[in-house]
């Protein structure tokens, strides 16, 4: 699915996408940690051909796995929210509301990472 998505066949990454998805949930469970990256790669093919709210739905359901997981400030939960700010941000949303999202990002990734850190 990730070279199709690089290459720009986005149907074919959102058809794998889904059908692994539907495996991992199988196997782990719905709301499984397992699941979340899967997820997050599924609601990227739909953000890169323009379909926000099915982007933003995925994200959304990553970020609650993630956050049920991990907690709340975790690294994998803020890269998450850094790409439910980039479809916010494209649907239009004011800067403020995504600001926001993208603060909360980076002030997760540094925590883990340190200020310094290049992320």
């Known amino acids: 699915a990730n070279v199709h998505q690089r ?12 059908r692994a998805l539907r495996i ?3 196997h782990y469970g719905e709301d499984h940690v397992a699941v979340s990256p899967t997820m997050n790669n599924f609601a990227n093919a739909f953000l890169y051909q323009g379909d926000y709210e099915q982007a ?3 994200y959304q359901q990553a970020i609650a796995i993630k956050q049920k997981h991990y907690g709340e400030d975790h690294v994998e939960v803020a890269s998450t929210f850094n790409n439910l700010a980039n479809v916010l ?5 004011n800067v403020d509301g995504t600001k926001v ?7 997760s990734k540094q925590k883990h990472y340190g ?3 290049v992320h």
């Open 101 to 107: 999202l993208y603060q909360r990002a980076v002030r």
């Open 24 to 26: 991992m949930q199988k």
């Open 89 to 93: 941000q494209h649907q239009g949303y």
């Open 115 to 117: 200020e310094d850190h």
């Open 7 to 18: 290459q720009g066949d986005y149907d074919q990454a959102k058809r794998l996408y889904q």
């Open 56 to 58: 933003k739905g995925l």
